[in-house]
Nanobody
Framework: VQLQASGGGLVQAGGSLRLSCAAS????????MGWFRQTPGKERELIAR????????RYADSVKGRFTISRDNARNTVYLQMNSLKPEDTAVYYC?????????????????WGQGTKVTVSS
């Protein structure tokens, strides 16, 4: 499965962005999906994940109430709606997919990754 992330950019604090991650080459609805982010010198952080059906989601405390993960299996796409953005949300954002929802909290359980899209939030 190949993933193509898009939608990053520069936004002012308090603004919004929607990231998209389009999948190809596999059966998208077989996989749970996650969004991660990483800044230089820090570990990759899991911020949101969604089950293969879209029926269940989980969020990191750092984004809960501000970010929403969703998916459209008909379009083979997962989204991350980011509202009330803060400068500390600045990072490269990655989407990833895997088959083990029970271990989806662990980045090592993901089988395929997108290339990343950069989000910069100015103060």
């Amino acid at each position: 499965v190949q993933l193509q992330a898009s939608g990053g950019g520069l936004v002012q604090a308090g603004g919004s962005l929607r990231l998209s991650c389009a999948a190809s080459g596999g059966t998208f609805s077989d996989y749970h999906m996650g969004w991660f982010r990483q800044t230089p010198g820090k570990e990759r952080e899991l911020i949101a994940r969604v089950t293969s059906s879209g029926g269940s989601t989980r969020y990191a405390d750092s984004v809960k109430g501000r970010f929403t993960i969703s998916r459209d299996n008909a379009r083979n796409t997962v989204y991350l709606q980011m509202n009330s953005l803060k400068p500390e949300d600045t990072a490269v954002y990655y989407c990833a997919g895997g088959t083990s929802w029970g271990r989806s909290y662990d980045f090592r359980s993901y089988d395929f990754w997108g290339q990343g899209t950069k989000v910069t939030v100015s103060s």
